[in-house]
Structures are given as structure tokens and as C-alpha cells.
């Protein structure tokens, strides 16, 4: 617990956090949600998460404008994931290509975005963000069970007091992208057809 406190204070936490997800897994050990800093630590390894999954995917060709083109993450909804989430990916890459973070408000539409974050129960902002990037090759990510049935296509659940995610294939071959076999079978669940 003091060790927590401390890497919190330190801003070491999200260092640890990457480094665990890069040592080889999509499921980093977690602490229990409630612990104190526990919103600070959720937001922290959702970034880590976000950005692991740039390595993972695969954007049909025409996706970048050119080989060295960014990796655009836009952040809808949870200004905290973005601010953790630019720490994160702050001078790294991913397949060649650097990443940026677009922080989306409402009404804006996503343009040439490679993964939307799409934070909270706003049905409406929900809604209108997998409207704008149904059928683009988009990769949408959310932490709302009312977004994932709307046909998100990662969502992060709390599963035995870690942060998981789950994959809706279906959405995902409509948009032309791949999702590598490593990803899958680090998911808590993988929907072949609809969410139930």
C-alpha cells in the first residue's frame, strides 16, 4: 500500500504499468478498484491498455497517408484517460508509425482518427461517434456496457478485481481491420456475433 502511494506520488506508476503490459501480456495485474487513487490508477492502465492495442491492430492499406504517418488516438469523454494517455505514448511508436492523442468534444466529428476512446454513458455522444466511424476502419474502445451493445467494438470491464476488455468481432470485420490472435486470447471475452 505505501509502495502504491508512493509510485502514485512519483509518477512512476504509469512507467510500471507499460512496462508490465510490454513484458509480454494484454493483462496487466491491477490493483483492487478501492483503494485509494483507484480512479488515477483505472485511467492509467486503460492508457496503458490503448496504447498496447496500437501494436495489435492492423489498419487496412490506405489507412496512413504515408509509411510514417501517425497513429491518431482521439479521447472522447474522460479528459483524465487523455491526459494519462499522452503521458503514456509521449516519444513512443508503434509498427513504425509515432502516436498522438486528439482530445474529441462534443459535436466534432472524428476525421482520419485510427482508435476512438469513447468515455461515459452519454447515449447521445455514444451514438453519434460509432455513427461517424461505423464501416471506417476505426478501432472504437469504451468502458460502457450501453456503448458495446451499440456495436463498440473493445469494451473494459472489471473482471476478479482487474481491468479486462472484451472484443465484438462483428463490428470489427466490418471496418476491415485485424485484430492479432495475441489480443484475442487476452480478451476476458471475445462476441463472434452480437453482445448479448
Same mark, same amino acid.
Given at each position: 500500500? =505505501? ?15 507499460? /512496462?508490465? %503490459?510490454?513484458?509480454?501480456?494484454? =493483462?496487466?495485474?491491477?490493483? #483492487?478498484?478501492?483503494?485509494?487513487? #483507484? ?7 486503460? *492508457? ?12 487496412? +492499406?490506405?489507412?496512413?497517408?504515408? *509509411? ?11 479528459? /483524465? ?14 509498427? &513504425?508509425?509515432?502516436? +498522438? ?18 468515455? &461515459?454513458?452519454?447515449? #447521445?455522444?455514444?451514438?453519434?461517434? %460509432?455513427? /461517424? ?11 460502457? @456496457? ?13 473482471? @476478479? ?6 472484443? *465484438? ?16 486470447? #487476452? =480478451? ?5 456475433? &452480437?453482445?448479448?
Amino acid at each position: 500500500m =505505501a509502495l502504491l502511494r508512493l509510485l502514485t506520488r512519483t509518477h512512476l506508476l504509469p512507467a510500471l504499468l507499460l /512496462a508490465l %503490459l510490454l513484458a509480454g501480456t494484454l =493483462a496487466p495485474a491491477a490493483p #483492487a478498484w478501492a483503494e485509494p487513487g #483507484a480512479p488515477l490508477i483505472e485511467h492509467q492502465v486503460k *492508457a496503458a491498455y490503448l496504447y498496447k492495442f496500437t501494436g495489435f491492430v492492423e489498419w487496412p +492499406e490506405g489507412s496512413f497517408a504515408r *509509411a510514417d504517418s501517425p497513429i491518431l488516438i482521439g479521447v472522447a469523454g474522460n479528459e /483524465a484517460l487523455a491526459e494519462q494517455l499522452e503521458q503514456i505514448v509521449a516519444g513512443r511508436s508503434a509498427n &513504425g508509425h509515432p502516436i +498522438e492523442i486528439r482530445r474529441l468534444k462534443r459535436g466534432e466529428p472524428p476525421g482520419a482518427l485510427h482508435i476512438v476512446y469513447i468515455g &461515459g454513458n452519454d447515449r #447521445a455522444l455514444v451514438s453519434e461517434l %460509432l455513427a /461517424a466511424t461505423r464501416g471506417q476502419p476505426v478501432l472504437t474502445v469504451s468502458d460502457s @456496457d450501453t456503448a458495446f451493445s451499440l456495436g463498440c467494438m473493445i469494451n473494459f470491464v472489471v473482471a @476478479d478485481e482487474r481491468l479486462r476488455f472484451q472484443v *465484438a468481432l462483428k463490428p470489427v470485420a466490418s471496418s476491415r481491420l485485424r485484430i492479432s490472435a495475441r489480443m484475442l486470447a #487476452a =480478451a476476458q471475452k471475445v462476441h463472434t456475433e &452480437g453482445v448479448s
